[in-house]
Structures are given as C-alpha cells and as structure tokens.
C-alpha cells in the first residue's frame, strides 16, 4: 500500500495527515500558534514558526503509522497547502528570510493602495491580474516594504508564498503554484498564466524579485532532503508536490472539480468560492487559477476577514459568566451559547451585527470599515448579540455570494461548507435560511489538509483525474432553508447591505481620530 502526506499550514495552527491511496486517513496530527499583531491592522508572522509546525507535524504521523503495517518508502508524496501569505516571506540571496511575512489579515498598505489608484491605470492592472487593489492583494503589502522598509527591499532576492517557502527548505529547490503567485494580485497574468511583467513595470516591482519557476499545484518541486528525511522517518528523495492557498485546497477536497461548484470555508476567516473559467474583477471577488484543471480553471471567491474571529471576540471579551458556566459543566462554552441562541428568533429582535473587525475584504473592499452592534436596547441579551453575530457572518457571505453569482454561468443548488463553523447545527440552519440554499458538511472534518493529501496522490500518480472528481469525503446534508425565516432574513439583509454605506464616513472618522 502506497502512502501520502497532506499538510495545510494554517493561520492559526498547522495539520498533517497520512492517508492511503484510497483517502482513508491514517494518522494525523496538529500544531497551534498565534499572529502577531504588533500594531492596529497589522498581522504577521515568521516563517520559522510554520516550518517548525510542519516539522513537528510530519514526524509525529509518521510515528504513528509505524505502530502499523508502514514502511518509509511506502510514502509516495508530500504536499503543503497554506494560507494566504500575502506579501510573502522576503528571503535574501541565502534564502534567509529578511522580514515577518505580512499575512492576508494585514491592512497596513492603505498609502499603498492610495498611490497606486492616483497614479496608474487601475483598469489595465485589473484586466491583467484579474483582480482588484487593495490592501489585501500581497503587491501591495510588497510596496509597503518597498517604502517603509528600504534596507530590507534592498536585500531582497524573492518574494515567496509560505508553502513555497516550506518547499524550498524541504527541496532545495525553488518554485512557486500558480494559485499562490496568482492570489498574490497585480503582479500576475490571469489570462496568461504567468508573471506579468507590464504590471510589475508600473508598480516598481522587479520581476527578478518574482521566481521564475511556476508550477501547476499537482506537479513535483522536487524530492525531500536526506536531513528531512531522517528526521521525519521518510525516504530521501521522496516527492514533495507543490500545494496551492488553503482556500482553493479546501474547496477541492469538499468536492470542488467543475464549474459552478461553490464551497464555503468558515474558520477564523471566511472564503466563499466557485469554479469559473473566466473572471472580472469588477464584481469585487478574488481569482487564481485553480489547483486542480489549473490551467483552464479559475477559483473566483470572497470573503469576510473575521467571521470565526468574530464569534471567538464575542465570547472572550462579552461571555466570562457563560465560559465559567461552562467549566463548571466541562463542556464548551459555545454550547451553551448556541443553546440560548437558538431561543432567539430570526433576526434576532432587530439587532444587526457588522463583521468588520479587521476592515473588510470583499465586496466591501475598505481597510478602514469596523464593526458595530445596531439596534440595540435594554431588551437585548448576550444570547441575542451571539446569534447577531452569527447572523452578521452569515449576511456577509450572502453578499458575496451575491458578488459572486453576477460572475458565474450559473451555481450548484447546493451550498457545502467546511471548517470550524460547520459543528454548529445553528450556525449552519441560519446560512441555510440567509443564503437559500440547502447546507452540506463533510463528514471527515479535515478540509485543506486532505485537499493536500489528494494533490500528492495526484501528483504521484496514485490517482487519475477520475478519483479527484470522485472525491475523497463524505458529504452530509445539514440544514434546509426554512420558509418561515427565509423571507424575514431577505428584508433584514437589505439593512444590513444599507449599513455600511450609511456607517461608512463615521467609520473612516474614527479610524482616523
């Protein structure tokens, strides 16, 4: 039996799965560590922490496995999928990172993004790249370093996305996904399939900076190093594959493989997305070639920033008595949160909710948008503000569906969804209610990682493109749209799309105040 290893290296915590060639997970193992965010809107992380994460992850499955019938050279591949890095880690030319990696929580290129709107053709830079400016899109974190940071873009040798930085380390060998250099924005040529050097020539980029070599997700950086190996337990030379964004990886492994598939990852962000094979940036979405049929097909998405964050500052900042209940009770305090929110009806007694605790990606597209409570009174509970909470993360993926759907040929009639959010059944029955559309989960609970593993079987010629369209999981229906509630939540998302234009110049006041 032939054997792969997927590793999704997250923003939160690192994971690792051995599986077979049939998908059946053998072992597995995760990794937690935190963002630094050293000042308002920064988010940042060194590439040390996330290499020691993979280390420490790959081994210990290995070391599981062997309590079973495994070998080493049973392993045929590894694959690392990661978040989105953003600018990417600055490496010199001993390939030594020079700076933090600026991730896609970072919003601190609002300068950026105002020069390159006042002083280049941002419609030509948009037909190219296939996708907006902001903030959000690593060229523009790259420029931050370019102004703010000289002695270190003065050193700079590349710019790499975090599984291309593990690649390397892993590999020796220097190489870069498309679905990563393609997210990264204004340097890349969506239709091309390539770095765009027209782009890169207005904004002040450097191709050099940019490496040459791009690869499909499924194809092979190279073989691991022999100090890798034998600290890992595997073979030297044994083939590490190229990964892709978490986000598109995610989507492949819930089933993802055709136009008009959309998939939902709900974690501490929000990335909704569909298989198109074209894209306009002007509905506001974001583009990348796929990781899977990359060649013809794009993964178009949005997202909120903080829509797990959201639910996780409601809790730590406003619910000490409901997690001190919850101890007494060993259970998790989401539970009992969730119980008394249910109690609330739809729509949560006029209250909205506002996730826009880090800005806002898209279709708002506003570093300086924040969140807010609107409609509350004396009435109000903590149950009705959790619920809102919910609701509010749900309303804003309905507004990029919505984006979304301007874009599409058309959409399946389901809408499945992954991460953290999908352990909650209320969570999952208000998005069903929000949206229309009927919810499915995956039953396996590993999203990226497995979406990894597949690429490495894939990549190794353990499957053909039949078994990736097959899939891996096991989808679970969770929730219809109930009727009673469709109709109320259509009129509350109405306000909820009025608020922010409304709130828009207080909100910019007080980030500048």
């Known amino acids: 039996m032939k054997y792969v290893i997927g590793v999704d290296i997250g923003t939160q915590s690192t994971k690792a799965l051995l599986v077979d060639a049939n998908g059946r997970i053998i072992a597995q193992h995760s990794r937690s560590y935190q963002v630094d965010t050293p000042k308002p809107l920064w988010a940042e992380q060194w590439p040390a922490v996330w290499f020691d994460a993979v280390r420490a992850c790959i081994a210990r499955c290995v070391q599981q496995a062997a309590a079973l019938d495994f070998a080493a050279q049973d392993v045929a591949a590894v694959c690392v999928s990661s978040l989105y890095g953003g600018s990417g880690i600055a490496v010199d030319t001993d390939m030594q990172p020079l700076h933090p990696c600026l991730i896609w929580m970072d919003r601190r290129a609002g300068e950026e993004v105002a020069w390159i709107n006042a002083n280049l053709d941002v419609d030509r830079l948009r037909t190219l790249s296939g996708n907006g400016i902001d903030s959000y899109y690593g060229?523009?974190?790259?420029?931050?370093?370019?102004?703010?940071?000289?002695?270190?873009?003065?050193?700079?040798?590349?710019?790499?996305?975090?599984?291309?930085?593990?690649?390397?380390?892993?590999?020796?060998?220097?190489?870069?996904?498309?679905?990563?250099?393609?997210?990264?924005?204004?340097?890349?040529?969506?239709?091309?399939?390539?770095?765009?050097?027209?782009?890169?020539?207005?904004?002040?980029?450097?191709?050099?900076?940019?490496?040459?070599?791009?690869?499909?997700?499924?194809?092979?950086?190279?073989?691991?190093?022999?100090?890798?190996?034998?600290?890992?337990?595997?073979?030297?030379?044994?083939?590490?594959?190229?990964?892709?964004?978490d986000a598109a990886v995610a989507t492949l492994a819930a089933g993802a493989v055709k136009e008009g598939n959309h998939v939902a990852m709900i974690g501490t962000s929000m990335c909704w997305g569909y298989l198109n094979q074209q894209c306009d940036p002007g509905h506001g979405l974001i583009s990348m070639p796929h990781v899977f049929n990359g060649?013809?097909?794009?993964?178009?998405?949005?997202?909120?920033?903080?829509?797990?964050?959201?639910?996780?500052?409601?809790?730590?900042?406003?619910?000490?008595?409901?997690?001190?209940?919850?101890?007494?009770?060993?259970?998790?305090?989401?539970?009992?949160?969730?119980?008394?929110?249910?109690?609330?009806?739809?729509?949560?007694?006029?209250?909205?909710?506002?996730?826009?605790?880090?800005?806002?990606?898209?279709?708002?597209?506003?570093?300086?948008?924040?969140?807010?409570?609107?409609?509350?009174?004396?009435?109000?509970?903590?149950?009705?503000?959790?619920?809102?909470?919910?609701?509010?993360?749900?309303?804003?993926?309905?507004?990029?569906?919505?984006?979304?759907?301007?874009?599409?040929?058309?959409?399946?009639?389901?809408?499945?969804?992954?991460?953290?959010?999908?352990?909650?059944?209320l969570w999952m029955q208000i998005i069903a209610d929000v949206t229309g559309y009927p919810v499915f989960t995956i039953e396996e609970n590993v999203e990226a990682a497995l979406g990894a593993a597949m690429l490495a079987a894939f990549g190794a010629g353990l499957i053909g493109g039949a078994e990736i369209e097959r899939g891996w999981v096991t989808l679970v229906p969770r929730a219809s749209p109930k009727p009673e509630n469709r109709q109320r939540y259509a009129d509350r998302f109405e306000i909820y799309r009025a608020l922010y234009p409304a709130l828009k110049p207080i909100m910019h006041k007080l980030q500048a105040g």
Not at 143 to 157: D, G, H, M, S, Y
Not at 216 to 242: C, D, H, K, N, R
Not at 393 to 398: G, I
């Open 139 to 245: 060229y523009t974190k790259m420029l931050w370093i370019k102004r703010q940071r000289p002695e270190v873009w003065a050193k700079t040798r590349y710019f790499l996305p975090p599984n291309s930085y593990v690649n390397y380390l892993l590999t020796g060998e220097i190489a870069v996904d498309h679905s990563s250099a393609g997210n990264i924005g204004g340097v890349y040529d969506i239709a091309a399939r390539r770095w765009c050097p027209e782009t890169l020539e207005m904004l002040g980029i450097p191709p050099a900076m940019m490496p040459p070599r791009l690869l499909q997700s499924s194809e092979v950086v190279g073989g691991l190093l022999a100090e890798w190996g034998q600290e890992f337990g595997l073979s030297p030379g044994t083939a590490v594959i190229a990964g892709g964004v």
């Open 295 to 425: 060649l013809q097909d794009n993964y178009i998405f949005g997202g909120a920033i903080t829509a797990g964050a959201s639910v996780s500052w409601f809790r730590e900042q406003f619910c000490q008595a409901e997690i001190a209940e919850a101890g007494c009770q060993q259970i998790d305090p989401h539970q009992l949160l969730e119980k008394r929110a249910a109690d609330i009806a739809a729509g949560c007694d006029g209250v909205l909710f506002l996730p826009y605790l880090m800005g806002e990606r898209s279709p708002v597209w506003d570093a300086a948008a924040s969140g807010a409570f609107v409609g509350l009174s004396l009435y109000h509970s903590r149950a009705h503000l959790y619920r809102a909470v919910l609701e509010g993360v749900s309303f804003a993926l309905k507004h990029n569906m919505d984006a979304g759907a301007k874009g599409a040929r058309f959409l399946d009639g389901r809408l499945v969804v992954v991460g953290g959010a999908s352990h909650s059944d």
